[in-house]
Each structure stands twice: as C-alpha cells, then as structure tokens.
C-alpha cells in the first residue's frame, strides 16, 4: 500500500492487476481492506487494474476533527427530511477520488462504488465527467430522501446502538451487518474482514462524520439526468438500509442505465453473486459512450425501469432481475 497527498489530504490506496484502470470506491466506514481480495482478484481477472482506496475519516487517510452529530441526531434529520450542516459533503470525498486518479497520473477509470461509496462515484460522474469512463453503482441511492430509504424500524436500531469501544467494535459491527445483511449473510468472512480492519484502524467519530456528510448532501438526481457515461446499477431486493427503490430511483435518473437486482441480497454483497456482478461490471465496461448516447431517451428510462418486461435473461442469470433502462 502507499499514501500520496491529493486535494489537501493524505489518501492511503493500493493498486493491484494490470488492464483498464477501475477505482473501487467502499462505503461509510469501510476501509479499502473492505473489498475482499477474491472479489478484486476476480476484476482483475477481468481485465482491471484495480485501484483501491481509504475514504477521508476511515482507514490510514487523513482524519478530520470537526465534532459531528450523533447517531441519534443524524437519524432524526433524515427521518425530518431535513439536511443538517456538515464539515464536508459527499461532494468533497468525490473530489478527493478524482484527486487521487489524477495525482496517479490515470485517465479516465472505470468507477464502482458500494453504498455511501455508490453516492460518492455518482458524484464524480457529475462533477468530475472527465475521470469518468463507466459507472457502476451498488446498494446506492441518489439522494432524494423520497427513495431508497432505511426502513424505519431499521434506522431506529441503529440509532440507538451504544458507540462502540475498542473492545466491543467487533460485536458492535457484527450486530449491524446481521440487521441489514440479506440471507446469505457470511459470519465468517465479515468477522475476518471486521478484525482485519480494526487491527488497522478504528475510527467512531469518522464513521459519524461520514455520516452526517451523506445526510447533509443534495439531490444528485437533477446531475444524474446529464450523466452520459455507460452506467450498471446493481441492488439487492432484500435490503433495509437503502431500499430496491433508491437503485431504481438510480437507474430511471441516468440515460441509458442498466439495472441489476438480486432476491437475495440485502445491503452486502453476497459471495455466491460475485461472479455475476463481476460479469456485469465487464460488460459495462465494455459498452461504449456513443451507444449509451444515442439509446437514451428519458421517457424511455422512466417506463422501462419500473416495468419487468425489460428482463433479459439472454445476458443475467435468471435467479437475478436484469432491466435496460433505455439501452
């Protein structure tokens, strides 16, 4: 791993394969450890030189010490629909990624984010086009609290956990992941990637200022709509943390989108559908700008995202909803 000084912080990230270069964007809390290496094995099996990265506040990144709202606090401003003040904005993470493909000296890459990690690629899509070759966004919303909402009973536990110590951050964590995790949900593998990353770092009031980033941030939607990149939206039916409803929200925003939903899955990424969502990703990838362009038409992506008939099941697996959304 190494460190290089990007829009005013110190960016901790790694780089592994050779290929078309794909920068893998975790969400709140996660530290770049957080993709597991048989999933990134599998990118750049897939022809990706995978670029992974800490987020500000998580991981060996810079840490900010601005005092954040509680769990509690932010909690409420969501359930209000209110958007509180914040040390910084989904918007500055954004920019710190595009800092960090720049200072590497990378074109235009390949954009996959997870969650909060989700919000942040679409961000640089918007902001930062020219850093932008595809866009892949999973278990992600657009930031329009009207979609893709944590169900209530939901967000009212994770609001009232305790903050964790040191000592109970592994249980503390582990309790979480069983609340929003789907039926797959992996003990084993989250409790090795939970050691893992305390061992390394363990920051509490970064995860609240990364939080309150995400509720204090704008309706991307109005940007998304000007998005032309080839674009996969990926998002599990079983979630309760961001519902089905924010990655359709997603795809009926971008122009030429592409929707892919697992029964299965909750708000992780279960190991037995890595494969495909490496496939998908490929094939993404691997569409051009001038074909998204031109099968765009924005009543089109606003029917055929909310109508099943656009499965095909010829390119997805059947067990998985596969919709085109004008494309």
């Known amino acids: 791993m ?4 990007a829009n005013g912080i110190t960016i901790e990230y790694d780089v592994r394969g050779e290929g078309e270069p794909l920068l893998l964007v975790m969400g709140l809390s996660g530290q770049l450890i957080d993709w597991p290496d048989e999933f990134v094995d599998l990118l750049v099996g897939a022809g990706f030189q995978v670029i992974r990265f800490d987020n500000r506040d998580a991981g060996l990144s810079t840490e900010f010490d601005w005092t954040p709202p509680s769990r509690a606090r932010s909690a409420a401003a ?11 904005l989904i918007a500055d993470m954004a920019a710190d990624a595009a800092a960090l ?11 996959v984010g997870a ?7 679409q961000t640089l899509a918007i902001e930062h086009p ?11 919303n657009t930031g329009n609290n009207r979609h893709g909402m944590p169900k209530r009973r939901v967000l009212l536990k994770l609001s009232r956990l305790t903050p964790p110590t040191i000592e109970t951050a592994e249980e503390s964590s582990l309790s979480v992941y069983r609340l929003v995790a789907g039926p797959e949900a992996d003990d084993e593998l989250f409790r090795k990637q939970a050691r893992a990353s305390l061992e390394r770092s363990f920051r509490p009031s970064g995860v609240l200022r990364q939080a309150a980033a995400i509720v204090a941030s704008p309706d991307r939607t109005p940007g998304l709509r000007q998005v032309r990149v080839p674009t996969l939206v990926i998002h599990g039916l079983a979630d309760p943390l961001v519902k089905p409803s924010g990655g359709i929200a997603t795809a009926r925003a971008i122009p030429g989108s592409r929707l892919l939903m697992f029964p299965e899955m909750g708000h992780d990424m279960p190991r037995s559908r890595w494969s495909e969502m490496v496939a998908a990703i ?7 700008v001038q074909s998204t362009v031109q099968s765009t038409d924005q009543s089109t992506v606003q029917s055929t995202a909310t109508d099943h008939s656009g499965m095909n099941s010829n390119t997805f697996p059947e067990r998985s909803l596969s919709m085109n959304a004008g494309s």
């Open 2 to 5: 190494a460190a290089i000084d």
């Open 78 to 88: 969501l359930l209000a629909r209110r958007r509180p003040k914040a040390g910084y």
């Open 101 to 111: 493909l720049r200072g590497l000296d990378i074109g235009p890459a390949h954009v």
């Open 115 to 121: 969650s909060m990690g989700g919000m942040i690629v």
């Open 130 to 140: 020219e850093c932008v070759r595809s866009l892949t966004s999973i278990m992600s």
């Open 282 to 288: 490929r094939q993404n990838a691997s569409r051009t």
